[in-house]
């Protein structure tokens, strides 16, 4: 009975994550009301650092945008494109989550994604051939690595179909930083350094 039990609630959580990617998903052919801009911000690694949030949410605060934050979980190739991902999923959702929350606490609509993809750049080109958006926001690899490579970068900032802007934290900044369970390392003083580009 109670490996039965077991069984059930592996079930609902499997259905529950199935649920959450879907409709977390792009949604290709989506209608928009006129005039709605909206403002990308792809991340991976399992971390997105606040500096990057911050300046996406009053970016699209002064443009009227809607953010999309986008985790981008890689699939490697010894398994099939379409596998689920479990685990990283249970990384991406309380991070969009935590930036969910923090867009809203500002007053900014949001509409989060999660795509795979072969490699961050794949899952990032699926969600372009998809969708349009008016600005993107892309997180420098932090220090301790993770994240988009320097390789990755380069490859965004010559492929973006807009405007683009890479942010990363000082060298001397400590990075404070959206986690899974939540916790962040205090923000040391200093400045975000921007890079910009577009196509």
Do not use: C
Request: aromatic content about 4%.
């Amino acid at each position: 009975m109670i490996e039965f039990a077991v069984v059930v609630s592996l079930i609902a959580a499997a259905i529950a994550v199935a649920a959450f990617v879907v409709a977390h998903r792009r949604s290709p052919g989506k209608p928009l009301p006129a005039g709605t801009r909206r403002v990308l911000v792809p991340f991976t690694g399992g971390e997105l650092d606040s500096r990057v949030l911050d300046a996406a949410i009053r970016v699209s605060r002064a443009e009227n945008a809607t953010l999309v934050p986008a985790y981008l979980v890689i699939v490697p190739l010894s398994l099939a494109e379409d596998a689920p991902m479990q685990g990283d999923v249970h990384v991406a959702l309380p991070l969009l989550e935590a930036v969910e929350h923090a867009a809203l606490r500002a007053g900014i609509p949001v509409d989060a994604r999660i795509e795979k993809g072969r490699t961050p750049t794949h899952a990032l080109r699926r969600i372009w051939e998809a969708e349009r958006f008016d600005r993107i926001i892309a997180p420098a690899p932090p220090d301790h690595g993770g994240g988009f490579t320097p390789k990755d970068l380069t490859w965004i900032l010559t492929h973006a179909p807009v405007e683009t802007l890479v942010l990363r934290p000082a060298p001397d900044a400590t990075e404070q930083r959206f986690r899974p369970r939540g916790e962040a390392v205090p923000e040391a003083p200093g400045g975000p350094e921007a890079r910009t580009g577009s196509s």
